[in-house]
């Protein structure tokens, strides 16, 4: 059962921005990760960012380095993710994540995740 929610997603050209949000204050397991996801039209799910709740480090997929930023709320149960420069290829459903990630190198498999949002369209024209 999704309990996490997304917002800010829509329509922009590329070379816009858009700032997504998720509120992450419902899941009642236990997570020390909050990680944005996005699935392109025929594609698999794939790790964009994620952030450590407990210590604020930051990863990000190279397609999201120097123009993804990635954030989380002052009490740790929201996260942000900042979108810059936006490409016809960042065309995707996005969505929020959180989980119990022990080996940072495992942070974008979707099988370390138990909580998930619904999901936000971004659409980026060319």
């Known amino acids: 059962q999704d309990q996490l929610v997304e917002s800010g997603g829509g329509s922009v050209q590329a070379g816009g921005s858009l700032r997504l949000s998720c509120a992450a204050d419902?899941?009642?397991?236990?997570?020390?990760?909050l990680t944005w996801f996005r699935q392109r039209p025929g594609k698999e799910r794939e790790g964009v960012a994620a952030i450590s709740t407990s210590s604020g480090r930051t990863t990000y997929a190279d397609s999201a380095k120097g123009r993804f930023t990635i954030s989380q709320g002052i009490r740790g149960n929201s996260a942000y993710l900042e979108m810059n420069s936006l490409k016809y290829d960042d065309t995707a459903v996005y969505y929020c994540a959180e989980g119990l990630v022990w080996d940072g190198d495992r942070w974008s498999d979707v099988s370390e995740y138990t909580c998930w949002g619904q999901g936000t369209q971004v659409t980026v024209s060319s």
């Open positions: 419902k899941c009642t397991y236990a997570r020390n990760y």
